[in-house]
């Protein structure tokens, strides 16, 4: 049940995933919309406006890559969680923000600047696994302690991805799973969205 709102760079789903994943759950909406972005000579802001629209009504967001624009303050804003992952072929980072806002002084005039675009291989589909868990958690509100943010990285060895599995297996990076206190606690209201007073 509900509805999966997409926000893709190159428009529609194909039919043929649209369909797989409607097949998979009948009761799902599929809510298709358009990349937010500032109309040509429009301050950057107007990015940032555009992202508070996108994601109105949400649950939580999971975006695919590590761009630079005014999607992660709009959520601080509106106090969405917000799941940003990115698989390549070094490794795999999943970031969840989980606790942070409401604040309506967040900045939204972000200009947008993309990051090192993800991998479609292995690594994605790991990176995408982790964090629909990471969304389901969240979901549930199952999370435990008070960190505000997680970071999970799971580098990945070259060898290993040529399935030369025999070299130095005790070299092998460890997972880092981190809790971190990312806190974007404003001045005037605390990240409370209420006005504090110091008279």
């Known amino acids: 049940m509900g509805t999966l709102r997409l926000i893709r760079r190159t428009g529609a789903l194909p039919a043929t995933v649209a369909t ?3 097949s998979s759950n009948p009761e799902i909406q599929i809510d298709n919309r ?9 301050p950057a802001a107007a990015s940032g406006a555009a992202w508070l629209s996108a994601i109105a009504g949400t649950t939580v967001v999971v975006r695919s890559g590590f761009d630079d ?23 795999i980072d999943v970031v969840s923000f989980r606790q942070h806002g409401p604040c309506p002084h967040a900045a939204l005039d972000i200009p947008e600047r993309p990051g090192a675009a993800p991998d ?6 790991v990176a995408a696994h982790i964090a629909a868990s990471e969304a389901l958690v969240l979901i549930a509100r199952a999370h435990t302690g008070g960190a505000r943010a ?10 290993q991805i040529e399935g030369d599995g025999a070299a130095g297996a005790a070299e092998t990076p460890a997972v880092r799973a981190v809790d ?20």
Do not use: N
């Open 69 to 91: 624009d005014s999607m992660l303050r709009a959520a601080v804003r509106t106090a969405v969680p917000v799941i940003v992952m990115r698989g390549r072929e070094d490794g």
């Open 20 to 22: 797989a994943i409607v």
């Open 150 to 159: 997680r970071h999970v990285s799971i580098p990945i060895r070259a060898d």
């Open 180 to 199: 971190i206190p990312w806190a974007p606690e404003c001045f005037a209201c605390g990240g409370s969205g209420v006005e504090m007073s110091f008279a």
């Open 120 to 125: 479609d291989g292995a690594g994605a589909v």
């Open 34 to 42: 358009a990349w937010p972005t500032a109309e040509p000579g429009l």
